[in-house]
């Protein structure tokens, strides 16, 4: 399929200033699911033509991705509990020398439970880089027996390397007080 880019990419131009540019890419995927035993797995492949990525110079250049995901979803204890584990790698095909990382495998998820008759939910969301360092840490509890309203708190906390979304967010953690609700 042949798809214009949601997220931007942000061009260098002289002056020097950002432009977001919403370029076109090739894309080809296959996706996989299987459900045995009360464990469900899935598999995602893609590949992606003309990817944008910048140059040491700053420039503007194309190459293409590789994409993988294998999750894992299950309800250990009969439901309750939800638990969803995925293993993710992204590698960029060049031999140039560029500023985005060119490989990334890692881990990502969500644990999610309810408590006290359903009106209470905890959760923690989770992603983590296994060939550099790129942490993000998610705790909520959140109070859901008062609905259609939940009322809850959560904490972010990011760590990790530069051109990581942890080493980018690194001095950004914070603990959130939120209402999500229905009308």
Same mark, same amino acid.
């Given at each position: 399929?042949?798809?214009?880019q949601s ?13 977001? =540019? ?11 699911? !299987?459900?045995? %035993? ?6 995602? @492949? ?11 110079? +700053?420039?503007? &250049?194309?190459?293409?991705?590789? &994409?993988? =995901? %294998?999750? @894992?979803?299950?309800?250990?204890? /009969? /439901? &309750? ?12 095909? +060049?031999d140039r020398? =560029? ?18 008759? /359903? ?13 550099? *360092? &790129? ?5 909520? !509890? ?6 259609? *309203?939940? !009322?809850? =708190?959560?904490? *972010? ?6 051109? +990581?979304?942890? /080493?980018?967010?690194?001095? *950004? ?9 229905k009308f």
């Amino acid at each position: 399929a042949r798809t214009r880019q949601s997220l931007p990419y942000y061009r260098v131009d002289a002056g020097p200033s950002l432009t977001a =540019i919403h370029p076109y890419n090739t894309f080809v995927g296959a996706d996989f699911e !299987l459900v045995s %035993g009360g464990l469900t797995w899935r598999l995602e @492949l893609g590949h992606t033509d003309d990817v944008p990525v910048t140059l040491t110079t +700053t420039a503007m &250049d194309k190459t293409r991705a590789l &994409d993988a =995901i %294998g999750v @894992l979803e299950f309800f250990p204890g /009969g /439901g &309750d509990t939800r638990v969803n584990l995925q293993l993710v790698a992204h590698a960029l095909q +060049t031999d140039r020398s =560029i500023l985005e990382l060119k490989e990334y495998y890692g881990t990502n998820g969500e644990i999610e439970t309810t408590f006290a008759q /359903g009106r209470w939910k905890a959760a923690m969301r989770f992603s983590g880089g296994f060939n550099v *360092h &790129d942490v993000y840490l998610s705790p909520k !509890l959140g109070y859901v027996g008062w609905e259609p *309203h939940e !009322l809850y =708190i959560a904490a *972010h906390y990011f760590d990790g390397e530069a051109r +990581t979304l942890g /080493g980018f967010h690194q001095d *950004h953690s914070l603990i959130t007080l939120g209402l999500r609700t229905k009308f």
